[in-house]
Structure formats: C-alpha cells, structure tokens
C-alpha cells in the first residue's frame, strides 16, 4: 500500500464522528418541530387543487361566485368580532430578515432618552453602520462623557467629549455592536422562541408576546408586521435615518485621533495608557476568574480586586470579586460588592446577582434583605425550569469559564442546577431525576410552579440535599 | 437508493417518520463532514441541525430528483463555508457592552468520536479549506470528482489536483503513522 492509499484508508476507517443519544434527540426534536411548524404555517395545496376542480364546470362557478359573495358578507358582518390568524414565530423571523434598518430608543423612569442606536444591517444579517448615542459603555469607562460612537461602514469613531477628541479606529479593530450576531440570533428565535402570549394587550394596542432566548428579553410583536415593537424595555423602529445619521463629523475645537493601521501621528499619551490599562485589566480577569475556579479565592480577590481598582466599570469583574469574597467568609464585602454591581446595571435584571446577595445576606443572619432579593429571583429561576435558556446567566454567574467558551451548559445540567439553588433558598425538595425523560420531571417542574405561586416561603438551607449534575458535554464537570 | 426515493416522497407527503428516518440514516455522515472541514464540534453541530431544520421545512414545497445524501451533503458544504466566510468577516468585539446582548448558548450534548478521529480532524485543518472540502467530499462521501468539481465551481483537472496536494499534505501531517 502506497502512502497516499494508507492515508486514504485511514481516514475512510478513522474519521468518524457521530452523535452521543441526548444529542441526537435533541437535534431531532428540533428538526421535527421545525417540520410541524412549517405545516402550521404553509398553505393546503389540496384544497387549490380543488377549487381549480370545481371552478371547471359554468353551473358550478355561477354557484361558487354566489357562495363567495356569502361568504364575503357574512365575513364582512363578523371581522370585528374574528380573532386574528394564528401567528407562527417564523413569521418574525422572516420579517427579522428583510430588516435593514433598526433604530432602538431606551428611556429612564422620566422618559428621558438613555440610550439610542441607528444600526444598517446587511443583507448576510451583519452589521454595516452604526449610531450609538450616549453609549453607555464609553460613559460608565470615561465618567464626564457624554459621548457618541459612529461606525460608517469604514472607521469606527468615538466621541471622548471628556478628552475634546475623536477617535478613529479600523471598523476591523474596534466595532460596537447591539447584537453580535444578528443571522444567530434570528435563528435562536426560530429554533428556541416561544409564544407566551397571543393577541395580548400591549400599551392600547394587540400584540404577541414572545420569549427570545438568545438576548434573554421577552419581547412585543406587532400582529401586522410581525416585527417586535418592543425588547425587554427597548423601543425598536424600522424606519430609514437620514444619511447624516451615520457620518462621522467632527466637533469645532475637537482633535482628530487616528489609530487606523497605517496613521503616521504617534497617538497621545492618555490613549497608549488606556489601551495598555485596557490589556492588563483583561489578562488580570483572565487570571483571576481560573483562580476562582481553581478554588484559589485568595489569589482571585486579589487580582480582581486590581482590576476594579483601575477600571471600575467591569461589573463582571465586581462580581466574582463578590463570589471569591464570599469563599472567603467575606460576606459583607461580597454583599458590598454585589450591591455595587446591581447599582451599575440598575436597569437591567440581574437575577444571578440578586440570588448570589441573598446568600451572601444569609450568612450575615440579614433574613429580611436575603428574602427581599430572593422575592425578585424566585420567579425566573421557576421560570428557568422550563425555559433553560433563562437560567444560562446563572451558569454564566457561577462559571467565569462559560465566559470563555470553555464550558457549554447543557439544559439537563442548567435545570439541575436550577434546582439546586431553588433546594438551598426553599429547603423543598419536590424530587426530579435529571437522568430521566421530561414527562417523568413534570410534576416536579410543576410543584416548583405551585410553591412560588402559593407558597414561596424562604427557609435558606445551606446543607439542602442537591441533585448531581448530569455530565453534559464533557467539558464543564 | 430506493429506499430514499420512498423516503423523499413520504416527506414530501408531511411524514415525520420518513423525516426521522432521514435524519437517523444521515446525521453522523453529516456530522464527521462538518467536523472533518471545520474541527469544532459545536459549530460542526450547528451546521448539521441548520440543515435538517431547514431541510424540514422544505416540507410539502420539497422536490429533488437527485440524490438525497448528495442534496444534504452539499447544504452542509454550503453551511460550512457560509460560516468559514463569517469567521473571517468577524470583527472584534467590544466586551464591554453589556446591554441587552447576551452570551449565546451552545449545543447542549456532545459527539462521540476516538481519539483518532479527533487528531484527524486537527490534522486536516492544516490543510486550505478547498483541499481539505475536496479529500472529505472524495474520501467520506464518496462522491465523484466530477460532482465535486459541479459543488465547487471549478474544473475536474482542478478538483484533482487539490485532491492530489491535499493527500500528500495530509500524509506529511500524519508521516510517521503513515510510514510505520
């Protein structure tokens, strides 16, 4: 055998892969309920065929035309009475797709604009240009900087008023986005959205509410368009902006910093200290979060903690700092510092924090403050058992790893978890078997359902009996 | 191949035992082609769950007179490069915004594979995508130079030559293996 044909045969006897029995399931279950929802949705073709029968013979076309005209009557008479057609999620979808212009408008508690974007989508789903005004981001990392960032498709421009500068980056090297992946992020709405609401009232008007995992939001749909109107506390609009949305000028009396690949001017000092400030906050993380999860808490306060002295907007990093205090019988610091981390996502729900507080307040015998936290967690953690996806910043929460890509929660393992954490703040156990198949959990996920509803007393119970975790992938055990 | 033939037209009917049978009799050939080109077992599985997701909604729209195994090899092809083509157009990301994007999930089980495969498909990565496409489309499909140069859009002389290079390519990657 030549060396060409072993190496033929080797990979035609050794490259195999194939998929493990929870996987394989899964995967067909998905693909069958893509199938049932696209017959939901598709027209009969039968019945065309049909009509196109009957509409052959004049006498019976004269009594065709005679029952439509009844049938237009009578549905005149009844259209306000109808329910609208039933609505598919791939409805949204396929309207998701078509959109090349979003502008998205956030308010504070006086209606006042928090936070606005223009975004230009493509037609592969990426984003081509971008307007974000007063983003948050730059805000919460420069104090005093009521500031802007304008991609046009070439250079990424952010506004430090704080600096009287603008910077240019390569669109290649610094890009801010809404969503990442727009294309995935459609695609999880096919595949994992559910409808928790038809025709349901919305601010005076019908409209469809929908759960969309991937950005963890639910979210409006409009019955006629099909496209939401609304995520989590988002307004959302189709409408084109004026060209001069997305063109970068610059401020009178502004300096024009450019650090494009190529740009001949030596970038100001205070841009070098920040990006070399940026690099070791990030390496400090890195290292920090593997020392929480090599159970090394000491070693992990301490380099996080050096990472929020220099740059206190990493909520993140607040956060495990908060989890390797808690390790450490710290819990007033860790209350401290998860406390801080609500304050600066104030408007977001941050239920992992809240969840991790209430235990941090248990052990400071805090009872009323634990209970208050978990009066705000209890419902999406229930919510969790049957929406996994909704507990998935959990994981994310008590593995800085998922961070990383180096652990991929299954949702057996998030479910089990879930329940976990509902055993230690209820001391319940209504059972679950995390090996066994769905229909054998329901009275479990149901019981958890009726304790919150009826029930939902706190009895934190640090020694709860847990359930082992089932092994997923592999990678996050 | 008769057996497909049925299966196609009982799908076509809205049979979700034909589609299921499908899915069984293909999933792992798709699976190790999506591996053997990408060598991530995540991405390789969404490829592969795009496909049959896509291909089940085809539903009662759905006609093909060709072969199936060859249709569904060429989605997963196709979704291959689509993501190989986005990998490169990926910029960099700002993680610093935390607003309403959060971190997205991946597939929930694992593949199963020998250690063999794995170091395979690692050892197929070092070679250009369209020679590492051409020696799985040949190798693990089974399929013709001439179909293989119709999905790729080049010349059959072409196809071979990237077969021939990506050989020699592979068995330096696997040298002492292949020379024992």
Same mark, same amino acid.
């Given at each position: 055998?030549?060396?060409?044909?072993?190496?033929?045969?080797?990979?035609?006897?050794?490259?195999?892969?194939?998929?493990?029995?929870?996987?394989?399931?899964?995967?067909?279950?998905?693909?069958?309920?893509?199938?049932?929802?696209?017959?939901?949705?598709?027209?009969?073709?039968?019945?065309?065929?049909?009509?196109?029968?009957?509409?052959?013979?004049?006498?019976?076309?004269?009594?065709?035309?005679?029952?439509?005209?009844?049938?237009?009557?009578?549905?005149?008479?009844?259209?306000?009475?109808?329910?609208?057609?039933?609505?598919?999620?791939?409805?949204?979808?396929?309207?998701?797709?078509?959109?090349?212009?979003?502008?998205?408008?956030?308010?504070?508690?006086?209606?006042?604009?928090?936070?606005?974007?223009?975004?230009?989508?493509?037609?592969?789903?990426?984003?081509?240009?971008?307007?974000?005004?007063?983003?948050?981001?730059?805000?919460?990392?420069?104090?005093?900087?009521?500031?802007?960032?304008?991609?046009?498709?070439?250079?990424?421009?952010?506004?430090?008023?704080?600096?009287?500068?603008?910077?240019?980056?390569?669109?290649?090297?610094?890009?801010?986005?809404?969503?990442?992946?727009?294309?995935?992020?459609?695609?999880?709405?096919?595949?994992?959205?559910?409808?928790?609401?038809?025709?349901?009232?919305?601010?005076?008007?019908?409209?469809?509410?929908?759960?969309?995992?991937?950005?963890?939001?639910?979210?409006?749909?409009?019955?006629?368009?099909?496209?939401?109107?609304?995520?989590?506390?988002?307004?959302?609009?189709?409408?084109?902006?004026?060209?001069?949305?997305?063109?970068?000028?610059?401020?009178?009396?502004?300096?024009?910093?450019?650090?494009?690949?190529?740009?001949?001017?030596?970038?100001?000092?205070?841009?070098?200290?920040?990006?070399?400030?940026?690099?070791?906050?990030?390496?400090?993380?890195?290292?920090?979060?593997?020392?929480?999860?090599?159970?090394?808490?000491?070693?992990?306060?301490?380099?996080?903690?050096?990472?929020?002295?220099?740059?206190?907007?990493?909520?993140?990093?607040?956060?495990?700092?908060?989890?390797?205090?808690?390790?450490?019988?710290?819990?007033?610091?860790?209350?401290?510092?998860?406390?801080?981390?609500?304050?600066?996502?104030?408007?977001?729900?941050?239920?992992?924090?809240?969840?991790?507080?209430?235990?941090?307040?248990?052990?400071?015998?805090?009872?009323?403050?634990?209970?208050?936290?978990?009066?705000?967690?209890?419902?999406?953690?229930?919510?969790?058992?049957?929406?996994?996806?909704?507990?998935?910043?959990?994981?994310?929460?008590?593995?800085?790893?998922?961070?990383?890509?180096?652990?991929?929660?299954?949702?057996?393992?998030?479910?089990?978890?879930?329940?976990?954490?509902?055993?230690?703040?209820?001391?319940?156990?209504?059972?679950?078997?995390?090996?066994?198949?769905?229909?054998?959990?329901?009275?479990?996920?149901?019981?958890?359902?009726?304790?919150?509803?009826?029930?939902?007393?706190?009895?934190?119970?640090?020694?709860?009996?847990?359930?082992?975790?089932?092994?997923?992938?592999?990678?996050?055990? | 191949?008769?057996?497909?033939?049925?299966?196609?037209?009982?799908?076509?009917?809205?049979?979700?035992?034909?589609?299921?049978?499908?899915?069984?009799?293909?999933?792992?050939?798709?699976?190790?082609?999506?591996?053997?080109?990408?060598?991530?077992?995540?991405?390789?599985?969404?490829?592969? #769950? /795009? &496909?049959?997701?896509?291909? $089940?909604?085809? %539903?009662?729209?759905?006609? +093909?007179?060709?072969?199936?195994? *060859?249709?569904?090899?060429?989605?997963?092809?196709?979704?291959?490069?689509?993501?190989?083509?986005?990998?490169?157009?990926?910029?960099?990301?700002?993680? #610093? /915004? &935390?607003?309403?994007?959060? $971190?997205?999930? %991946?597939?929930?089980?694992? +593949?199963?594979?020998?250690?063999? *495969?794995?170091?395979?498909?690692?050892?197929?990565?070092?070679?250009?995508?369209?020679?590492?496409?051409?020696?799985?489309?040949?190798?693990?499909?089974?399929?013709?130079?001439?179909?293989?140069?119709?999905?790729? %859009?080049?010349?059959?002389?072409?196809?071979?030559?990237?077969?021939?290079?990506?050989?020699?390519?592979?068995?330096?990657?696997?040298?002492?293996?292949?020379?024992?």
């Amino acid at each position: 055998m030549t060396p060409e044909e072993k190496v033929k045969s080797i990979l035609q006897d050794k490259l195999h892969f194939s998929a493990g029995s929870k996987l394989r399931r899964r995967m067909l279950a998905r693909v069958l309920d893509a199938q049932r929802e696209s017959q939901k949705t598709k027209p009969d073709s039968p019945r065309g065929a049909v009509r196109r029968t009957i509409t052959n013979s004049r006498t019976a076309k004269l009594a065709s035309i005679a029952a439509l005209v009844a049938i237009a009557a009578l549905a005149i008479s009844l259209v306000p009475k109808l329910t609208s057609p039933a609505y598919a999620i791939e409805q949204t979808v396929e309207a998701l797709q078509n959109v090349r212009f979003l502008h998205l408008v956030q308010r504070d508690d006086t209606g006042q604009i928090r936070d606005e974007r223009w975004i230009e989508i493509g037609m592969d789903g990426f984003q081509i240009r971008y307007r974000q005004q007063k983003p948050h981001a730059v805000i919460a990392k420069y104090p005093g900087a009521p500031s802007m960032v304008i991609e046009d498709g070439q250079s990424t421009a952010v506004y430090r008023d704080d600096k009287k500068a603008v910077i240019l980056y390569d669109r290649e090297d610094q890009q801010y986005q809404w969503v990442g992946e727009l294309g995935k992020a459609f695609e999880n709405l096919r595949q994992e959205g559910k409808i928790l609401e038809e025709n349901t009232e919305y601010q005076g008007r019908l409209a469809h509410k929908v759960w969309w995992p991937y950005l963890s939001v639910e979210c409006y749909v409009d019955p006629e368009t099909k496209l939401p109107v609304t995520l989590g506390d988002a307004e959302l609009s189709y409408e084109e902006p004026s060209p001069e949305i997305f063109e970068v000028v610059y401020p009178e009396g502004y300096a024009i910093v450019d650090a494009r690949p190529g740009a001949t001017e030596p970038l100001p000092d205070w841009l070098l200290e920040e990006k070399s400030a940026d690099a070791k906050a990030s390496d400090a993380i890195k290292q920090g979060t593997d020392a929480l999860m090599d159970g090394d808490y000491a070693t992990a306060a301490e380099l996080l903690a050096t990472v929020v002295e220099t740059q206190p907007n990493r909520n993140w990093a607040w956060f495990w700092l908060g989890s390797a205090q808690y390790e450490l019988g710290q819990y007033d610091l860790a209350v401290e510092n998860y406390t801080r981390v609500l304050n600066m996502l104030e408007r977001y729900p941050c239920y992992y924090c809240n969840y991790a507080r209430a235990l941090a307040y248990a052990q400071l015998d805090a009872d009323e403050a634990a209970e208050e936290d978990l009066r705000i967690c209890l419902p999406e953690m229930v919510r969790a058992l049957r929406l996994p996806s909704a507990g998935f910043i959990f994981e994310y929460a008590d593995d800085p790893m998922v961070r990383y890509g180096q652990v991929k929660p299954s949702e057996p393992e998030i479910i089990a978890r879930m329940i976990n954490r509902l055993r230690i703040v209820s001391g319940r156990n209504f059972g679950y078997d995390p090996n066994a198949e769905a229909e054998a959990n329901e009275a479990a996920i149901a019981a958890w359902e009726e304790w919150l509803e009826t029930d939902g007393r706190i009895d934190i119970t640090l020694d709860a009996e847990l359930l082992s975790i089932p092994v997923g992938n592999g990678q996050s055990q | 191949m008769l057996e497909d033939e049925i299966l196609k037209w009982k799908f076509k009917g809205g049979s979700s035992e034909a589609l299921a049978r499908i899915y069984e009799k293909y999933v792992d050939t798709l699976l190790t082609l999506a591996m053997g080109l990408l060598n991530d077992p995540y991405e390789a599985e969404d490829v592969v #769950q /795009d &496909v049959f997701t896509r291909f $089940a909604r085809s %539903g009662n729209g759905f006609t +093909l007179r060709g072969s199936l195994k *060859a249709y569904l090899t060429t989605a997963v092809v196709n979704g291959v490069r689509d993501r190989v083509r986005r990998d490169k157009r990926r910029p960099a990301r700002s993680d #610093q /915004d &935390v607003s309403l994007a959060s $971190a997205s999930r %991946g597939p929930d089980e694992e +593949l199963v594979f020998a250690e063999d *495969a794995a170091r395979l498909s690692s050892a197929l990565m070092e070679l250009p995508h369209e020679q590492r496409e051409t020696l799985m489309l040949k190798l693990k499909s089974n399929m013709k130079f001439r179909e293989i140069a119709k999905i790729q %859009g080049v010349s059959i002389n072409t196809v071979q030559g990237r077969y021939r290079y990506g050989l020699q390519k592979l068995r330096a990657q696997l040298n002492g293996e292949v020379e024992q």
